[in-house]
């Protein structure tokens, strides 16, 4: 999940995370804050949005930054893919 808010719109985020964990999906996170926003941002990701085996959670503070935390997320999620226990 990528985003630069809390959810306000649609259903509550912890509600359709726990749905993907519950179909052993892992959700990870790829926030774009700065500022104070950060600190908040983290938190609600980690409290709402992120969740399974692994999860983590990327950081970006401006738009060069997104781009390479994107990367970083997509890489490590392919990798995790050819683990052998990964579903």
Request: aromatic letters at 6%; one cysteine or more.
């Given at each position: 999940?990528?985003?630069d808010g809390?959810s306000n719109?649609?259903?509550?985020?912890?509600?359709?995370?726990?749905v993907?964990m519950?179909?052993?999906?892992?959700?990870?996170?790829l926030?774009?804050?700065?500022g104070p926003?950060?600190?908040?941002m983290t938190?609600?990701?980690?409290?709402e949005v992120?969740?399974g085996a692994?999860?983590?959670?990327?950081?970006?503070?401006?738009?060069?930054?997104?781009?390479?935390?994107?990367l970083?997320?997509?890489?490590l999620e392919m990798?995790r893919?050819?683990?052998p226990?990964?579903?």
């Open positions: 999940m990528v985003a809390v719109i649609g259903r509550c985020a912890r509600v359709d995370r726990n993907a519950a179909r052993g999906i892992t959700v990870n996170g926030i774009m804050a700065h926003a950060i600190e908040l938190r609600y990701f980690r409290r992120i969740g692994a999860s983590f959670l990327e950081l970006s503070t401006n738009n060069e930054q997104f781009t390479n935390a994107m970083r997320k997509m890489l990798s893919l050819r683990e226990n990964s579903t």
